[in-house]
């Protein structure tokens, strides 16, 4: 046998739960396997690098309880490693008294979480950002920003150095579990582990397949665009600025983001993705389609969104109705302010029934664990979630 345990995924999950089994088993031999040529380059490598607060999230949730404590961890390592970090505050803008109302549930929901916040009028908001508009805010200073691949660097760092192998380019083609171990195909040839972790991402449900476990749900991708500001705007915000969301909807909405490198970027909206991994516009992948079609929790969010989605393409299509969505909290921006920006693709777990998984998913089989759906703010939560997924493992072991 090659290794006691095998992480599949260098996102950041993947990374944090790599050096976590590392500290829970010291004496054990762990190998994580990356399929592209470098690390952190799908999901972790293409969100927009804000640390969240867990201000949006169901009290009681993984996602609430993750996210606090991510926070405090996410901040602790960049302390001790010298990573860049800013912990700027993000603004949550009613633009209209409906918003006005839920933002008043927000901070019920900040009380229910133990988040800190502060409720600005209208003139205390021009106060703090002279360039956002709206009846009032939401003031939340624990949420910060950071470079997430910059945090993966360093925790693969830490992993190989301590002991641990990170193989790269090593695309995962099969799966088989044996009574005493699993057997890996890659494109670079055969490995095997004694136990499994799966923190696939985009490809969760397909590692899921390999294994023959009973699912169901499957990854649809959903793409989210970004556009960056022109140098000239990097300092309009002192803050991160995010419009209030529409609790019926399972997106945030489009908002305003200083970046770690002092830009300031613009998104992500929300549109149906043709291709898991086609970052460029357009892209489309006729194997992800023909799955996709053949799903029927797919059709099933489609018709239940079917007129938010025409929006999200309407804009997506046209950039002056894009910015339609910032202007009415930052109504100084023109279109010519909105720069290319690489796209993002969330992995939106769906159940057959057509529920959007909110919350954390698992799968396993007597020697494998697999994380399904890790959705945001799955980067910020990523060390709480490794020590979950460790507990997991232990639990399972101890039942064997």
Known sequence: MDYDFCVIGGGIVGL????????????ASIALLEKEASLAFHQTGHNSGVIHAGVYYQPGSLKAQFCKQGLQQTIEFCQRHAIPYQQCG??????????????????????QNQITYQQLSSQELKQREPNIAGLGALYIPATGIVSYPQICQ???QEFTDNGGKVLLSHQVTALDEQPEQINITTEQGAISCAYLVACGGLMADRLCEMLKLDIDFQIIPYRG??????????????????????PELPFLGVHLTKMIDGSVTVGPNAVQGWSREGYAKGSINFADV????????FWKVAKQHFRHGLSETKDSLFKSAYLERVRKYCPS???????AYPAGIRAQAVLKDGTLVHDFLFASSPRSLHVCNAPSPAATSAFPIAEHICQKIQQARSKA
């Open 290 to 297: 023909k799955q996709m079609l053949s799903f029927c929790g």
């Open 225 to 246: 665009e970004y556009y960056r500001l022109a140098a000239k705007h990097s300092q309009i915000i002192k803050h991160l600025i995010y419009p209030i969301p529409d």
């Open 16 to 27: 944090a739960t790599a050096l976590q089994l590392q500290k829970t088993y010291p004496d």
């Open 154 to 156: 360093k925790i693969a």
């Open 90 to 111: 993000k603004l949550l803008v009613a633009s209209n008294q409906l918003e006005l109302t839920r933002m008043q549930q927000l901070a019920k929901r900040c009380e």
């Open 333 to 339: 921006l023109k279109v010519s302010d909105l720069h």
